[in-house]
């Protein structure tokens, strides 16, 4: 997939990837679930986003606003058929971020919280949507820059990429205050659910639009 006009994410910019992941979803009412204590969160949080964006790269596309990822937003488009690469890095990284819990954690609970939380982290659920669905698994703007038209330089050349190709865009969100927001860019609730962590998880698609 290329999306035009943003900053195709590399390995020597996931440092500030991660900076960006730790700052956007610090207070994300998931993950104050799963790490409840603030000083822990600020420790663990950028071990398990380093997690994430090496293993986004093994099957997703990565894009920000510049190498100083003031923003950014990862994609995941079945049709380029990474099945097995994805299988393999989500085994593989699921065991390295289960053993930087327990070392992080000796008491195992901070472990115990990510097993409960499986189907929150899962994205099972797009493959209801249809096969030609792109998932947006990251989608994040850091908070200097709300307001300024970073989000929107950020998504609209993903809604255009899907428009073209006449794909259906999918993403989830555990905060009910961004709803308004992807409403505004056609998104609708496809489903939602409350797991065992009491958060509601709401599963959104946007159609494409006809030209």
């Known amino acids: 997939m290329q999306i035009k006009n943003l900053h195709k994410l590399r390995r020597e910019d996931f440092d500030a990837v991660v900076e960006t992941l730790t700052e956007c979803f610090f207070e994300d009412p998931l993950y104050k679930a799963l790490i409840p204590e603030r000083i822990q969160r600020k420790e663990v949080l950028p071990e398990i986003f380093d997690c994430d964006a090496n293993e986004m790269a093994q099957y997703c596309d990565m ?8 923003g950014l937003i990862m994609l995941e488009d079945p049709a380029e058929h990474k099945g097995v690469r994805k299988y393999l890095a989500e085994r593989y990284f699921a065991y390295l971020t289960e053993q930087l819990l327990i070392e992080d954690d000796e008491t195992g609970e901070l472990a115990e919280n990510f097993r409960q939380a499986k189907e929150y982290l899962s994205s099972d659920w ?11 698994v990251y989608f994040a703007v850091r908070k200097a820059y709300h307001g300024k038209g970073l989000a929107h330089k950020l998504i609209s050349p993903v809604l255009e990429y899907a428009d073209e190709n006449g794909v259906v865009v999918a993403l989830e969100t555990h905060n009910e205050k961004n709803l308004d927001i992807y409403r505004h860019y ?26």
Not at 63 to 70: E, I, L, M, R, T
Not at 128 to 135: A, P, Y
């Open 126 to 136: 797009v493959s209801r949507v249809g096969e030609t669905t792109i998932h947006i």
């Open 186 to 211: 056609g998104f609708e609730v496809f489903d939602s659910f409350s797991g065992n962590l009491g958060l509601v998880e709401y599963c959104l698609t946007r159609k494409p639009k006809q030209k």
């Open 63 to 70: 894009y920000a606003d510049s190498p100083q990822v003031n």
